[in-house]
């Protein structure tokens, strides 16, 4: 038995408006073979967790440049513990400092990718670890 390819929902939560990264990202994975849900600009957090639940994904991807990365990753956690979805893996990536990387994933981001990482090792890192789910 085949299993159906990943789906990932890719999204930009908060008040940032750039979303270059988040779309070179997404075609990345699609190229992949990974089925992308971007749910466009300002999206929250409420918003981006039932997507990722209605399209039955096996991991959330997001885009915070804003600073707020604290708050939205977390938050994110959050709804998904409420809604009995934590088996969706939450990955992201940002101008995030060091010190919040090592805080997001003790509080359950799986990986923070930060600039200058390459579109192959984010979908070698989500092959890798979303396969399994």
Not at 26 to 47: N, W
Not at 104 to 114: I, M, Q, R, S
Request: hydrophobic share 45%.
């Amino acid at each position: 038995m085949s299993r159906s390819p990943l789906r990932v929902v890719v999204a930009k939560p908060g008040l940032d408006g750039h979303d270059r990264g988040a779309k070179v990202i997404a075609r990345a994975l699609r190229d992949a073979g990974v089925e992308v849900i971007y749910t466009g600009l300002h999206q929250t957090p409420e918003q981006i967790v039932e997507a990722a639940i209605q399209e039955d994904a096996d991991g959330i991807g997001l885009s915070v440049l804003s600073g707020a990365h604290m708050t939205l990753f977390t938050r994110v956690l959050e709804l998904l513990a409420h809604q009995h979805a934590s088996d969706i893996v939450v990955f992201g990536g940002g101008i995030i400092p060091d010190d919040d990387i090592v805080l997001l994933e003790k509080a359950g981001v799986a990986k923070v990718f930060t600039p200058g990482a390459t579109t192959a090792e984010v979908v070698a890192w989500v092959e890798e670890n979303l396969a399994d789910r």
